[in-house]
């Protein structure tokens, strides 16, 4: 196992935050992911900055850290997509910009009335910009009022940012939290929103997958995933 760590992957260098590359051979790893500016480092598990893998003398070239080694990394200083291509038994490195195909929303937010109507971003996949995941524990607060269960996404582009005129919602009024489908309306109508009934309050998580039609999976938090 190879996982990529950093503020330019993740904000933090802490390992269970880093992202697990895709091996694609033998000793050889490829991860496509959009990078901010920042370093990053190459570690084997999550659950230690080390041992690991840091820059080498030449350019494209690896060397193992172990476990007494400082923390070595790999500087972004444009932030882009990127495409990381990892070999262990040549021992080399390849980081390149990419113009891999992007979705049309650069950010997605959750909004409803369990967030008071705020627009609440949700978090882009390094490795695939087209899924958004989120993580909530619908619970109502004293005073909620009776839309408390509705909600719907803003969307995000280059050229717009979150706000009313530019949503996805559900495809009929009052749809329940299983309702997969989305359609994306400019402007305010129709308005259609997903909608939780009270006996259905609690932790969920969901994902938004940008690949074909837009999709919406909204699924109750197992007790595993909360481990």
Do not use: C
């Amino acid at each position: 196992e190879l996982y990529l760590v950093g503020p330019a992957v993740s904000d933090s260098w802490k390992a269970d935050d880093a992202i697990a590359m895709t091996r694609t051979d033998v000793g050889e790893f490829k991860a496509t992911l959009r990078f901010k500016t920042g370093n990053f480092s190459l570690i084997l598990s999550q659950a230690a900055l080390m041992p690991g893998y840091a820059p080498g003398e030449k350019e494209g070239e690896l060397v193992y850290r172990d476990e007494k080694a400082p923390l070595a990394w790999w500087t972004i200083d444009e932030a882009h997509l990127y495409e990381v291509r990892v070999n262990l038994i040549k021992m080399t490195i390849r980081i390149k910009m990419t113009d891999a195909l992007l979705p049309d929303y650069t950010g997605i937010a959750f909004v409803g009335g369990m967030t008071g109507w705020a627009f609440v971003p949700m978090t882009v996949d390094p490795l695939d910009p087209f899924q958004f995941h989120y993580g909530m524990d619908i619970v109502p607060g004293e005073g909620a009022g009776s839309d408390f269960g509705e909600f719907k996404f803003a969307t995000q582009s280059d050229t717009w940012g979150f706000d009313w005129s530019y949503n996805l919602k559900a495809t009929e009024a009052n749809a329940p939290y299983t309702s997969t489908g989305m359609t994306f309306v400019k402007g305010y109508d129709p308005d259609n929103k997903w909608f939780l009934k009270a006996s259905e309050y609690g932790p969920y998580k969901i994902r938004i997958d940008l690949h074909n039609d837009p999709l919406m999976f909204m699924t109750p938090y197992e007790e595993h995933d909360m481990i």
